[in-house]
């Protein structure tokens, strides 16, 4: 399917919306809370108006900093932080979002012509992959309502014969644009494949930009087996704020860097800054001071209160989907938490065209249509299968 951009049809979803308040807005991937509020979440918006200048202003130190990285580091990896640090080297830097994270990854660790390995229903790693000079390596997703291990890890051993240094990109948990969290033995099987080829140099880009809306009962326990990898992998964990503090057009985000090998994770910090200094020259100091501010002790406990909330509200929207999907017999791909599900047609060009003259807009993507339960509202979910399944089928 020919490349859609998600932000110019959640522009025009938007104007149409505000002429018309029964049209329904499925497109993007911004928490709006049931009074149609960006973020849903007061207490970042009270803090980004009560930032004194010198925590916005001033350029800040391109990594985004000591404390930064620090709390960062501290935020990600949980109660795994001392067990991880005392069995891997770790580093960050800041980035314009999650995808400075991804782009980032793809610039310095491919050369033009490479190719990347992603899943064959994935959200828009085509672009970061386009502006590289990278060609896409498509695993399957699915087998079975699972994700399918065997398909990972043979397209993975096809490319490792091609290429000696190969990037991976998993997204977990709250997959964009499914909604599926791997299990944890899968999450091991993945690790392990990862493991099996060690005379290539694997990059394994975890982007878990959903991390705090997994509905896991420990959402860092796959974190911690990130202990098991070999020396011959390297992790960048892609970390989005934009996601997990609802400040979309701050550009919050950060890489993570961790390898058994200091060389490496030294070489990822300076290649993390050299790339900033050409392109991005540094993240916004709003960003890193208002997480800084946020990983303090009390401050994060009431900020995760909020955040609470407005998973709660998420899970309920997705809970009424599905069940009324799952009643009516309209198919979707597994679906876990999250942000968006998928509603699988076979011509998700037709179909968004057919839902956007019924004034609903999702997004088309290969194999359905993504429909973000993030953006609209209880009663905008109630009934909205059933529309849908009426008109695309
Ligand atoms: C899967 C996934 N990763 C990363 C991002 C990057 O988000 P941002 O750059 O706003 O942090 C997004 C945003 O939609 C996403 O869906």
């Known amino acids: 399917m020919a490349q859609i951009d998600i932000l110019q049809i959640a522009k025009e979803a938007e104007q149409k919306k505000m002429q018309n308040p029964q049209v329904i807005n499925a497109t993007i991937g911004m928490f709006y809370d049931e009074n149609r509020s960006v973020g849903g979440m007061p207490i970042v918006v009270n803090r980004i108006h009560e930032t004194p200048p010198d925590?916005?202003?001033?350029?800040?130190?391109?990594?985004?900093?000591?404390?930064?990285?620090?709390?960062?580091?501290?935020?990600?990896l949980g109660e795994y932080e001392q067990s991880l640090r005392e069995r891997l080297y770790v580093d960050v830097c800041a980035t314009p979002g999650g995808s400075g994270a991804i782009a980032t990854t793809f610039s310095v660790y491919s050369n033009p012509g490479d190719f990347?390995?992603?899943?064959?229903?994935?959200?828009?790693?085509?672009?970061?992959?386009?502006?590289?000079?990278?060609?896409?390596?498509?695993?399957?997703?699915?087998?079975?309502g699972h994700f399918d291990i065997p398909?990972?890890?043979?397209?993975?051993?096809?490319?490792?014969?091609?290429?000696?240094?190969?990037?991976?990109?998993?997204?977990?948990?709250?997959?964009?644009?499914?909604?599926?969290?791997?299990?944890?033995?899968?999450?091991?099987?993945i690790i392990a494949s990862l493991n099996v080829f060690t005379n290539n140099d694997i990059v394994f880009l975890y982007d878990l930009a959903y991390l705090e809306f997994s509905d896991e009962k420990n959402?860092?326990?796959?974190?911690?087996?990130?202990?098991?990898?070999?020396?011959?992998?390297?992790?960048?964990?892609?970390?989005?704020?934009?996601?997990?503090?609802?400040?979309?057009?701050?550009?919050?985000?950060?890489?993570?860097?961790?390898?058994?090998?200091?060389?490496?994770?030294?070489?990822?910090?300076d290649k993390f800054?050299?790339?900033?200094?050409?392109?991005?020259?540094?993240?916004?100091?709003?960003?890193?001071s208002l997480f800084n501010f946020f990983a303090q002790k009390e401050e994060r406990i009431n900020f995760i209160k909020a955040l609470n909330d407005a998973k709660t509200?998420?899970?309920?929207?997705?809970?009424?989907?599905?069940?009324?999907?799952?009643?009516?017999?309209?198919?979707?791909?597994?679906?876990?938490?999250?942000?968006?599900?998928?509603?699988?047609?076979?011509h998700p060009l037709d179909s968004f065209h057919r839902l956007a003259d019924h004034d609903i807009y999702a997004i088309p993507m290969a194999g359905g249509?993504?429909?973000?339960?993030?953006?609209?509202?209880?009663?905008?979910?109630?009934?909205?299968a059933a529309k849908i399944k009426q008109i695309i089928t």
């Open 55 to 76: 925590d916005m202003l001033p350029y800040p130190t391109v990594d985004g900093g000591k404390p930064f990285k620090n709390n960062l580091i501290s935020w990600v």
């Open 116 to 144: 990347v390995l992603v899943s064959d229903v994935r959200w828009q790693y085509d672009r970061f992959a386009d502006r590289a000079k990278l060609n896409i390596f498509e695993h399957r997703m699915f087998i079975d």
């Open 151 to 189: 398909s990972f890890r043979s397209r993975l051993t096809e490319l490792c014969q091609r290429q000696q240094r190969v990037i991976v990109v998993v997204n977990d948990p709250c997959h964009n644009p499914t909604g599926y969290t791997l299990s944890n033995q899968e999450w091991d099987e």
């Open 219 to 269: 959402s860092r326990l796959k974190l911690s087996k990130l202990s098991k990898i070999a020396p011959h992998v390297f992790v960048v964990i892609a970390f989005s704020g934009s996601k997990t503090f609802g400040v979309y057009g701050l550009r919050m985000g950060a890489a993570i860097g961790l390898s058994k090998i200091k060389s490496a994770v030294d070489d990822f910090h």
């Open 273 to 288: 800054v050299l790339e900033a200094r050409g392109s991005w020259s540094a993240t916004p100091t709003l960003a890193i």
């Open 313 to 346: 509200v998420v899970s309920k929207r997705s809970a009424i989907f599905r069940k009324e999907a799952s009643d009516i017999g309209l198919e979707t791909y597994p679906f876990s938490s999250g942000f968006y599900t998928i509603v699988k047609t076979p």
């Open 369 to 384: 249509i993504r429909i973000a339960l993030c953006s609209i509202t209880v009663s905008e979910v109630t009934g909205l």
